[in-house]
């Protein structure tokens, strides 16, 4: 079945150190991965695509098929990353979302 | 350009009891999808539409229904409630159908079954 793990409910960080968000999925066929946010009181917007490869606000996320991994990354974390971020897969037109890890930035 | 906008944004009902609650997508956005989000299951995929036609249907029973109108907003509509039903409903739009076009989301509809 075609699933999106988060393992962990909340990492907590200090300002400048590196953060790395685990995302696992499950799916058969060529995957299509997002990671979303939620700032706290905003709504959940898209963050990055994997299919983009790009580079937003300091995250990068890369697909690894053999590992079935979409882990997103940040050199060196700041105090507004703080947030609850969302794996999801696109299985045919929908998304199956993760249930969310919550990153604490500290000063 | 507005957002997507979501009435009510607070719900309290009874159990037994029925509720509509309305999504209005971004100008221009034809496609609308729908999703509970509990602290337990996290976000779920509800149904999702498209030119006033259901695409999509998660893994919801029947009391659990939607439809889109000509202009694009959409309506989704849950009978007989269950104190399970109690979750934050989102409500998201995108240009068309495809999991690969941003989905834009609005703020929910809390709602609270008593």
């Known amino acids: 079945a075609q699933r999106v793990t988060q393992p962990e409910k909340l990492l907590s960080v200090f300002k400048g150190a590196p953060v790395e968000l685990k995302c696992n999925y499950s799916?058969?066929?060529?995957?299509?991965l997002f990671w979303y946010v939620q700032y706290s009181r905003q709504r959940l917007q898209l963050l990055l695509r994997?299919?983009s490869r790009e580079s937003i606000k300091g995250f990068t996320a890369d697909l690894n098929k053999g590992e079935t991994s979409f882990h997103l990354k940040k050199p060196f974390a700041q105090e507004e990353d703080s947030a609850m971020y969302y794996c999801a897969l696109k299985d045919t037109d929908k998304l199956i979302f993760g249930t969310g890890t919550r990153l604490q930035v500290f000063p | 350009k507005a957002g997507v906008t979501q009435t009510p944004r607070y719900l309290i009902k009874t159990r037994g009891q029925q509720v509509t609650l309305s999504c209005s997508p971004i100008s221009g956005h034809r496609s609308v999808s729908w999703y509970q989000q509990t602290p337990g299951q996290g976000l779920q995929f509800l149904f999702e539409?498209?030119?006033?036609?259901?695409?999509n249907k998660g893994n919801f029973p029947g009391r659990f229904s939607g439809r889109q109108f000509s202009n694009s907003r959409s309506e989704m509509n849950v009978s007989t409630l269950e104190l399970g039903d109690s979750a934050l409903y989102l409500c998201a739009s995108s240009l068309i159908p495809g999991g690969s076009y941003e989905q834009y989301f609005g703020p929910g509809t809390r709602l609270t079954v008593t």
């Open positions: 539409y498209f030119s006033e036609t259901q695409r």
């Open positions: 799916y058969s066929g060529s995957p299509e």
């Open positions: 994997h299919i």
